[in-house]
């Protein structure tokens, strides 16, 4: 009887000190659980939410592509149309390329490219102001492409008199029937405000959006890398 009673009287010492061990592994375990079932929880959800963001920049960026390249056509299938030799001063072409400006929050411009890469706005005031795209990767392209399709190029500064140093990015199509020396409609988008735009989908300021083409190529990137 006294050894069961001191048995007794020592388990109720340790017992304290059991219950107390046993909070601290329970405390442990759940620690452990939570750094290695968080960060996969976490990681999910970010992964869910870029995403959706890539899903709804995408379907926010193609609508000003397909605008770009209907201004290509619309430009291309008038002057194909027209006769004469002032069809680059026609008013009726001026009014298109400014429609295409103001519907697109001028987001989106055409004109037109000669032989030589050199460019004419149609504009009025400021048809031709110097800028050309000679010697760049667009230009180059789009004369190695065939007569057929839309090129999408590397985006280039058109810079003229103006001094237009905005990155934008070139959709050219070499036209029907060329007039003058003019061979290609280009149209061209302003990459800041698309890039803009973009950003306002992007669920952490953090992060990189970037554009591709389908060969793999980046058209554009923000934040911008340096060089």
Avoid: K
Avoid at 16 to 27: D, N, R, W
Avoid at 162 to 168: E, V
Wanted: net charge positive; aromatic share 4%; proline share 5%.
């Amino acid at each position: 009887m006294a050894r069961r009673r001191r048995r007794r009287e020592r388990a109720l010492l340790l017992a304290p000190a059991l219950a107390f061990g046993l909070v601290i592994v329970t405390m442990w375990a759940l620690l452990g659980w939570y750094v290695v079932q968080q960060p996969r929880e976490l990681l999910a959800r970010q992964r869910q939410d870029l995403s959706a963001a890539v899903r709804t920049v995408a379907m926010q960026t193609e609508p000003v592509l397909r605008q770009s390249e209907s201004a290509l056509r619309s430009v291309d299938l008038w002057l194909a149309d027209s006769h004469g030799g002032h069809a680059l001063d026609e008013p009726l072409l001026l009014q298109l390329a400014d429609n295409v400006r103001h519907s697109s929050r001028h987001m989106v411009d055409v004109m037109l490219v000669s032989t030589t890469g050199r460019v004419r706005r149609l504009q009025a005031g400021v048809a031709d102001d110097g800028a050309s795209i000679a010697g760049t990767a667009a230009f180059d392209q789009a004369m190695a492409q065939p007569a057929e399709g839309v090129v999408l190029g590397l985006p280039l500064r058109l810079g003229g008199r103006t001094n237009d140093t905005r990155p934008q990015l070139p959709l050219l199509l070499r036209l029907t029937h060329p007039v003058d020396d003019f061979v290609y409609a280009m149209a061209v988008v302003d990459l800041q405000r698309l890039q803009d735009a973009q950003h306002l989908f992007v669920p952490d300021a953090s992060l990189s959006l970037v554009m591709l083409r389908s060969d793999g190529l980046a058209l554009s990137r923000r934040p911008e890398v340096p060089g």
